[in-house]
């Protein structure tokens, strides 16, 4: 199958280039990139409204299977990280059994959904059964397919556990994805210590619980020489730290949610349910640090967090309600209209933060738009905007705290592993499927 | 009066001259009548407070190959907490005119603290983490047997290197001969800022077609789940010599293991008698090196480095 | 002060007569066993064995014994490198002849018979010195003797033998009175 983008804005900060070009796909692989490429046998697809980039990839995604298949499941989340423009979905262990076992990652590494739409890569626990005691067969769960490891959800509360960890891990060269949260400074109320804490009476959890952690695991990282990389950053104090770490050359790594970067905890002030996460939406100031972060590379990721819930969940009292939302969908639309359309930051920026730095972490090859390799492109429609509608996500989440944002950016068309998965809305394999053609 | 409590109390001289006894030991060992008077009338203690079946077996059966009666101290452990009640053990067993003693003790400088009473000559048969020196000697000659010289080989030490007094002593001897060390384990179980000349991998497939020597210390079971490690199966995958690495595994290796063996665990079976295995050769070389060792405590006038012409 | 009270010639004729002595008293060569004591026991001994061949053509078989770990002196003299036991083939039931360099106070040989029976039960051990310098503590004498020769305490014999020392010769050292 041949496919000829025509027109796009190519935008590759590997092979430096940033104009509009056509490219032309055969049989999986990118085989011309250049102006005015005409081939008949090509199916063409427009993209003069469009911007062309390499394939981006989601380092933080809960995709609830096993165990929790009424909020999501290995089909339904890679069918809306691809519709949400990813070609890559990393999802957290925290299940039910958690990805605790090389059996269990083999499971959820060699899903039929990784065919079809976009592929996940699994990580796998930390601790045994996430339960922040003893060591998880990390060696035997890189060799079954993890990418990562992570007790995510939790926080490794012992010093002396998290040092053993980062030692460990180093038997596998794989990161370690870390939720920082001391419990003992944080009630778990995932209302921001602050204003938000004031006006609503609900005891708050301040920044220093995640920034203690942080600065511990910075320490240990750099003894250990582990590779560690930061989940889901809130406060500025947090990003002193890394910022202080990372001139000293600790080899440390850092993301941040879109709902950190654009929501504050003036929206938990009314105790929707729909904006409890944790880490909680902290103070102006705060998202003003993880702005600056983003712009000056001290952030390296941007990752979604998508933690999807049923409705009957969610909109129960905040209190009892679940922390999470359903992101995959509306993170690079987000990001587009929020701060590039904003020159807050470039197209180069924005490809770094969800596809190169995000390769970097997992140390595999990032993906590049030139000759020779294979197709991984996510193609998003800067024209046109739409507003969120969550009754239309591909996730079975059907919530979003973004609902009727009006945003650009939508993807257009995604190719993962050399095929066009996504065209418009549409799932060109899951259809060839289900006409029983293949 | 002199000791052997660390592998450093000896100098390349005493190593040489104990593999050279040793070597006479040997064929001693494999006479009709095999003993020899060279000690008679001496008394060996032998003073474990900790248990062991090996050393001591192999230290009771050592010295009465040589004539030399020996006693047995079971001391509680619980009553020997305090450095004053392993100092009273020590006097009274000076006291009844005992020539020498072997000490096994839980913890680290124990052998050395007895040393320093120089009451009679100390011989260390491991003290904690510490040190185990007479293991490293029998462990060094072994090999040199097997392979002639140590100059310029390589020896792959393979667990639980933090926790093992064998690795502790044997380091530096095989360094010391010659060879070179890398320690092979889980990060989690390796010490940490070792000297220049000792090399580290965390992972035992990287080493193996390297290793002229491999050495496989025994994992403590109690530290498989836990801290350390992460269960029997992890464990295995990483640094088990199995059935399929054996097969993968050069002709012309040496296998050691400084016994008992955790069969299943570090070792399969098969490994065991596996044609490069020379594990029970250790065995058989713990007695010649510990005649050796006891002959020259206790015939020498001044012990070690005063050996003589 | 030295006196050479041996040479070359008269050493190689000392063995001869042993040598016939042996075969006389033990009437031909079948079972014999020369085993040396480590060292110049031993080259003595392979010379024996030598010349039992050139004259009744039978091969006697020889072996050497260390006595280092069968002496009852380790103590005094201080532990030196120990030396070659082999004993190729089986003891028992053979007349062993142990043959040393001199025989002064008796303890080596004692010595030597301790650790002989740590091989096997000889039907007969006799023994043969170059050199009987008196002065016994211990109850035993020699069956062959290549020369008495009455000394002091305070002197020395040295035997120096081709194998060893580069020539054959055994020199009296008289020392200082101490």
């Given at each position: 199958?041949?496919?000829?983008?025509?027109k796009?804005?190519?935008?590759?900060?590997?092979?430096?280039?940033?104009?509009?070009?056509?490219?032309?796909?055969?049989?999986?692989?990118?085989?011309?990139?250049?102006?005015?490429?005409?081939?008949?046998?090509?199916?063409?697809l427009?993209?003069?409204q469009c911007?062309?980039?390499?394939g981006?990839?989601?380092?933080?995604?809960?995709l609830?299977?096993?165990?929790?298949?009424?909020?999501?499941?290995?089909?339904?989340?890679?069918?809306?990280?691809?519709?949400?423009?990813?070609?890559?979905v990393?999802?957290?262990p925290?299940?039910?059994?958690?990805?605790?076992?090389?059996?269990?990652?083999?499971?959820?590494?060699?899903?039929?959904?990784s065919?079809?739409?976009?592929r996940?890569?699994?990580?796998?626990?930390?601790?045994?059964?996430r339960?922040?005691?003893?060591?998880?067969e990390?060696?035997?769960?890189?060799?079954?397919?993890?990418?990562?490891?992570?007790d995510?959800?939790?926080?490794?509360?012992?010093?002396?556990?998290?040092?053993?960890?980062?030692?460990?891990?180093?038997?596998t060269?794989?990161?370690?994805?870390?939720?920082?949260e001391?419990?003992?400074?944080s009630?778990?109320?995932?209302?921001?210590?602050?204003?938000?804490?004031?006006?609503?009476g609900?005891?708050?959890?301040?920044?220093?619980?995640?920034?203690?952690?942080?600065?511990?695991?910075?320490?240990?990282a750099?003894e250990?020489?582990?590779r560690?990389?930061f989940q889901?950053?809130?406060?500025?104090?947090?990003?002193?730290?890394?910022?202080?770490?990372?001139?000293?050359?600790?080899?440390?790594?850092?993301?941040?949610?879109?709902?950190?970067?654009?929501?504050?905890?003036?929206?938990?002030v009314?105790?929707n349910?729909?904006?409890?996460?944790?880490?909680?939406?902290?103070?102006?100031?705060d998202?003003n640090a993880?702005?600056?972060?983003?712009?000056?590379?001290?952030?390296?990721?941007?990752?979604?967090?998508?933690?999807?819930?049923?409705?009957e969940?969610?909109?129960?009292?905040?209190?009892?309600?679940?922390?999470?939302?359903?992101?995959?969908?509306?993170?690079?639309?987000?990001l587009?209209?929020?701060?590039?359309?904003?020159?807050?930051?470039?197209?180069?920026?924005?490809v770094?933060?969800?596809?190169?730095?995000?390769a970097k972490?997992?140390?595999?090859?990032?993906?590049?738009?030139?000759?020779?390799?294979r197709a991984?492109?996510?193609?998003?429609?800067?024209?046109?905007?739409?507003?969120v509608?969550?009754?239309?996500?591909?996730?079975?989440?059907?919530?979003?705290?973004f609902?009727?944002?009006?945003?650009?950016?939508w993807?257009?068309?995604?190719?993962?592993?050399?095929?066009?998965?996504?065209?418009?809305?549409?799932?060109?394999l899951?259809?060839?499927?289900?006409?029983?053609?293949? | 009066?002199?000791?052997?409590?660390?592998?450093?109390?000896?100098?390349?001289?005493?190593?040489n001259?104990?593999?050279?006894?040793?070597?006479?030991?040997?064929?001693?060992?494999?006479?009709?009548?095999?003993?020899?008077p060279?000690?008679?009338?001496?008394?060996?203690?032998?003073?474990?407070?900790?248990?062991s079946?090996?050393?001591?077996?192999?230290?009771?059966?050592?010295?009465?190959r040589?004539?030399?009666d020996?006693?047995?101290?079971?001391?509680?452990?619980?009553?020997?907490?305090?450095?004053e009640?392993?100092?009273?053990?020590a006097?009274?067993?000076s006291s009844?005119?005992?020539d020498?003693?072997?000490?096994?003790?839980?913890?680290?400088?124990?052998?050395?603290?007895?040393?320093?009473?120089?009451?009679?000559?100390?011989?260390?048969?491991?003290?904690?983490?510490?040190?185990?020196?007479?293991?490293?000697?029998?462990?060094?000659?072994?090999?040199?047997?097997?392979?002639?010289?140590?100059?310029?080989?390589k020896?792959?030490?393979?667990?639980?290197?933090?926790?093992?007094?064998?690795?502790r002593?044997?380091?530096?001897?095989?360094?010391r001969?010659?060879?070179?060390?890398t320690?092979?384990?889980?990060?989690?179980?390796?010490?940490?800022?070792?000297?220049?000349?000792?090399?580290?991998?965390?992972?035992?497939?990287?080493?193996?077609?390297?290793?002229?020597?491999?050495?496989?210390l025994r994992?403590?079971?109690?530290?498989?789940?836990?801290?350390?490690?992460?269960?029997?199966?992890?464990?295995?995958?990483?640094?088990?010599?199995?059935?399929?690495?054996?097969?993968?595994l050069?002709?012309?290796?040496?296998?050691?293991?400084?016994?008992?063996?955790?069969?299943?665990?570090?070792?399969?079976?098969?490994?065991?008698?596996?044609?490069?295995?020379?594990?029970?050769?250790?065995?058989?070389?713990?007695?010649?090196?510990?005649?050796?060792?006891?002959?020259?405590?206790?015939?020498?006038?001044?012990?070690?480095?005063?050996?003589?012409? | 002060?030295?006196?050479?009270?041996?040479?070359?010639?008269?050493?190689?004729r000392?063995?001869v007569?042993?040598?016939?002595?042996?075969?006389?008293?033990?009437k031909?060569a079948?079972?014999?066993y020369?085993?040396?004591i480590?060292?110049?026991?031993?080259?003595?001994?392979?010379?024996?064995?030598n010349?039992?061949?050139?004259?009744?053509?039978?091969?006697?078989?020889?072996?050497?014994?260390?006595?280092?770990?069968?002496?009852?002196d380790?103590e005094?003299?201080?532990?030196?490198?120990?030396?070659?036991?082999?004993?190729?083939?089986?003891?028992?039931?053979?007349t062993?002849?142990?043959?040393?360099?001199?025989?002064?106070?008796?303890?080596?040989?004692?010595?030597?018979?301790?650790?002989l029976?740590?091989?096997?039960?000889?039907?007969k051990?006799?023994?043969?010195?170059?050199?009987?310098?008196?002065?016994r503590e211990?109850?035993?004498?020699?069956?062959?003797?290549?020369?008495?020769i009455?000394?002091?305490?305070?002197?020395?014999?040295?035997?120096?033998?081709?194998?060893v020392?580069?020539?054959?010769?055994?020199?009296?050292?008289?020392?200082?009175?101490?």
């Open positions: 199958m041949k496919y000829l983008l025509k796009g804005t190519v935008v590759c900060p590997i092979t430096c280039k940033e104009s509009e070009l056509d490219v032309l796909i055969d049989n999986g692989m990118i085989v011309r990139v250049e102006k005015g490429i005409s081939d008949k046998k090509a199916l063409a427009d993209a003069s911007i062309v980039m390499p981006f990839i989601d380092l933080h995604a809960h609830r299977e096993p165990g929790e298949e009424e909020k999501e499941t290995l089909y339904t989340g890679a069918k809306a990280a691809l519709a949400g423009g990813f070609v890559r990393v999802c957290m925290n299940t039910e059994p958690p990805l605790s076992t090389s059996f269990l990652i083999k499971a959820v590494a060699q899903s039929d959904a065919s079809l739409f976009c996940v890569l699994p990580t796998g626990s930390l601790s045994k059964n339960e922040g005691k003893e060591i998880a990390l060696n035997l769960m890189a060799k079954a397919g993890a990418v990562a490891f992570s995510d959800g939790s926080s490794i509360q012992s010093a002396g556990l998290m040092r053993s960890l980062m030692l460990y891990s180093l038997t060269k794989k990161p370690l994805f870390l939720h920082e001391d419990v003992n400074l009630p778990q109320t995932c209302i921001h210590e602050g204003k938000a804490s004031f006006v609503t609900v005891e708050g959890t301040p920044s220093s619980a995640e920034a203690v952690m942080i600065a511990r695991d910075i320490l240990l750099e250990t020489g582990a560690v990389h889901h950053l809130s406060s500025k104090e947090s990003i002193t730290l890394l910022r202080n770490a990372k001139k000293k050359g600790i080899q440390v790594t850092a993301e941040v949610t879109p709902h950190h970067l654009v929501l504050t905890e003036d929206e938990t009314s105790l349910p729909l904006f409890k996460v944790n880490p909680p939406l902290r103070s102006t100031e998202r993880l702005e600056e972060a983003l712009v000056e590379g001290v952030i390296d990721v941007i990752a979604t967090d998508h933690a999807p819930h049923t409705k969940e969610k909109t129960r009292e905040f209190e009892l309600a679940p922390p999470g939302i359903a992101g995959l969908e509306t993170a690079l639309p987000l587009y209209t929020y701060f590039v359309e904003k020159k807050i930051i470039d197209l180069r920026r924005l770094e933060v969800f596809s190169i730095n995000p972490v997992l140390g595999k090859k990032v993906f590049a738009i030139r000759e020779g390799e991984e492109l996510t193609v998003i429609n800067t024209a046109e905007s739409r507003k509608n969550p009754e239309k996500f591909f996730s079975k989440s059907k919530l979003s705290p609902q009727g944002f009006e945003l650009y950016g993807p257009e068309y995604v190719f993962v592993e050399g095929e066009l998965r996504f065209l418009k809305g549409d799932f060109p899951e259809e060839r499927r289900s006409k029983g053609v293949d | 009066m002199k000791h052997l409590v660390s592998i450093l109390d000896l100098n390349n001289k005493d190593v001259k104990i593999f050279s006894i040793a070597k006479h030991f040997e064929e001693v060992l494999e006479r009709r009548v095999k003993k020899v060279a000690l008679i009338g001496k008394t060996l203690a032998l003073l474990f407070i900790e248990p079946t090996r050393t001591k077996t192999s230290f009771e059966l050592a010295a009465r040589l004539s030399c020996t006693i047995s101290l079971s001391v509680s452990t619980s009553s020997l907490k305090k450095g009640t392993l100092e009273d053990t006097r009274t067993l009844m005119k005992v020498c003693a072997v000490v096994r003790h839980p913890h680290e400088g124990a052998a050395k603290k007895l040393a320093s009473l120089n009451l009679f000559p100390v011989i260390n048969g491991g003290d904690g983490k510490g040190e185990h020196p007479t293991q490293a000697l029998l462990d060094a000659y072994t090999a040199l047997k097997k392979l002639k010289s140590l100059n310029g080989k020896v792959s030490i393979i667990g639980d290197v933090l926790h093992s007094r064998v690795a002593s044997g380091i530096e001897l095989w360094h001969l010659g060879a070179k060390v320690l092979v384990g889980p990060p989690t179980l390796l010490p940490r800022h070792l000297p220049e000349y000792v090399d580290v991998s965390y992972r035992l497939d990287e080493v193996m077609k390297n290793s002229d020597i491999l050495y496989f994992i403590q079971r109690e530290r498989l789940g836990g801290e350390c490690l992460a269960g029997i199966e992890d464990y295995r995958d990483l640094y088990a010599l199995t059935k399929d690495r054996l097969k993968n050069r002709r012309d290796v040496v296998i050691m293991h400084p016994g008992p063996v955790n069969r299943g665990i570090e070792l399969d079976p098969e490994v065991i008698y596996d044609e490069r295995s020379i594990i029970e050769e250790q065995v058989f070389e713990g007695l010649s090196i510990r005649m050796a060792v006891l002959t020259l405590l206790l015939s020498e006038k001044g012990g070690f480095h005063e050996i003589p012409a | 002060m030295k006196k050479v009270i041996l040479d070359a010639d008269a050493i190689r000392s063995l007569r042993i040598a016939h002595e042996i075969l006389e008293k033990n031909g079948s079972d014999l020369v085993i040396g480590w060292t110049r026991g031993y080259f003595l001994g392979r010379r024996l064995a010349k039992i061949k050139e004259i009744e053509g039978i091969d006697v078989p020889v072996g050497s014994i260390d006595v280092t770990f069968h002496r009852d380790i005094i003299r201080g532990l030196k490198e120990a030396g070659r036991s082999e004993i190729p083939t089986l003891v028992d039931e053979k062993v002849v142990l043959v040393d360099d001199v025989l002064y106070t008796g303890r080596t040989v004692r010595a030597a018979l301790d650790a029976i740590g091989y096997g039960r000889p039907k051990v006799q023994f043969a010195v170059l050199i009987d310098r008196g002065h211990l109850p035993v004498r020699a069956d062959y003797v290549g020369k008495n009455p000394t002091s305490k305070e002197e020395e014999i040295k035997v120096l033998i081709e194998e020392d580069g020539k054959d010769e055994v020199v009296l050292i008289k020392g200082e009175k101490k």
